[in-house]
């Protein structure tokens, strides 16, 4: 389980990376921090700031974006399947051995 669990981060969190990477070059090329103005106002950070806290906007757009495919990449057994073990399924729980179907 744990394996699943960080085989799926790295899912995400990797191209995420690579992505922001690639967008903060160019974005940033195009883009002049000086320049950046906010409701009216300019920015008042430093160069450095403005690369970073881009750097990590973007990481997280694409965190988002691949975080929103790994979920629609599930199949229906994952989705619908019961993570609990058959004898610990709460009474009335459908999937529970020992309760009918359909009485």
């Given at each position: 389980m744990m394996q699943n669990l960080t085989q799926r981060l790295m899912?995400?969190?990797?191209?995420?990376f690579l992505t922001a990477s690639v967008a903060v070059g160019l974005f940033?090329?195009?883009?002049?921090?000086?320049?950046i103005h906010i409701f009216g106002?300019?920015?008042?950070?430093?160069r450095m700031t403005a690369y970073s806290v881009g750097f990590?906007?973007?990481?997280?757009?694409?965190a988002i974006s691949s975080y929103l495919s790994c979920m629609l990449a599930q199949s229906p057994f994952?989705?619908?399947r019961c993570t609990l073990e058959p004898?610990?399924?709460p009474p009335g729980c459908p999937k529970r051995p020992d309760e009918a179907c359909c009485e």
């Open positions: 899912w995400v969190l990797w191209p995420s940033f090329s195009c883009v002049d921090p000086g320049d106002a300019p920015i008042e950070v430093s990590f906007a973007f990481w997280a757009l694409g994952e989705v619908n004898g610990e399924r």
